[in-house]
């Protein structure tokens, strides 16, 4: 499988959801929302996603949304970020995909910053085709 790193589609979060007062509209509004274009997802990044759960635990941790491919039973991991990309949400991509032994990690984000793009890059140049970031 080719591993996918490009931005597909940009939306801004306010135009969709505005300011409706709560800090939680990732696991509120941004996860739902994901969960409702899972087939859109699929079709992106090559897996047959299927969910699991939603703020599944990991350890003391919640990952947003765990996923299976329907066809190889592998875990894929996403990652939902409002705004522009930060370190804390790369360390919970890794975290996630390393304690649920995952395959994949779609870390799905307003604005990307370059150095985090690089990251993630680096990370599919040295890792195996099974592991796709």
Known sequence: MDKKNDVVKNVSA???WGNNGTNRIEEQYMSPF???????ISAITGYELDIVDYEYP???FRSD??????????IIVIENQLG???????GKC??????????AVVWICEE???EHVKAIENL????SDEYNF
Request: glycine letters at 4%; hydrophobic letters at 30%.
């Open 65 to 74: 949304i765990v996923c299976c491919d329907r066809n190889t039973n592998e």
């Open 112 to 114: 990307f910053r370059p």
């Open 58 to 60: 990991v350890g003391s």
């Open 94 to 103: 890794l975290t996630y995909f390393s304690n649920l032994q995952a395959n």
């Open 84 to 90: 522009t990309s930060d370190h804390q949400h790369l």
């Open 124 to 127: 599919n140049e040295i890792s």
């Open 14 to 16: 306010n135009l969709v």
């Open 34 to 40: 994901i969960g409702n274009i899972i087939d859109e």
